[in-house]
């Protein structure tokens, strides 16, 4: 999942992302999507509104871009990104999936359930933005919560 986002943050827009603890910003957008695999494995990432214009910047090629084009470009980003996550299962463990259109809501988004296992991951731009990479498998009926707070 790590090298999945970083190589094509870097490649598709030219941001750098550092694996390091960060807090998000009070601006944040979710994108969201579902692999299916016989635990069904949700992907959340969770970015700083800014990051994501930039973003959407950088792959447009404009200096102004509107709420749509970050929600359309953010969409497009996280569909390669998740992509590359079903491939690398695939090579890693023979897992065959395919995963659900990624949907982007504004603010924290938090899908209904409660996740068995989660692997959370920080980062860094070098601008200062944050973004967290969130893996969800599985539903248990324990009370273990994921949650998404601001700095």
Excluded at 37 to 65: C, F, G
Excluded at 72 to 82: G, K, L, R
Excluded at 93 to 122: E, M, W
Aim: with cysteine; glycine share 4%.
């Amino acid at each position: 999942m790590n090298c999945s986002l970083q190589e094509t943050t870097s490649r598709f827009a030219g941001i750098h992302l550092c694996e390091q603890e960060a807090q998000l910003s009070d601006d944040v957008c979710t994108i969201h999507a579902v692999l299916e695999t016989p635990r069904h494995i949700t992907l959340l990432l969770y970015a700083d509104v800014s990051l994501m214009a930039r973003l959407a910047q950088n792959i447009m090629h404009q200096e102004v871009v509107t709420q749509r084009d970050i929600q359309d470009v953010a969409i497009e980003y996280f569909n390669v990104v998740c992509g590359r996550v079903a491939a690398n299962m695939y090579r890693a463990a023979r897992i065959s999936s395919r995963f659900q259109t990624p949907k982007f809501f504004q603010g924290c988004y938090l899908p209904d359930g409660h996740p068995c296992s989660q692997c959370v991951l920080n980062f860094k731009g070098e601008n200062m933005e944050n973004v967290r990479l969130v893996c969800m498998a599985g539903q248990c009926s324990n009370n273990t919560s994921l949650t998404c707070e601001p700095a």
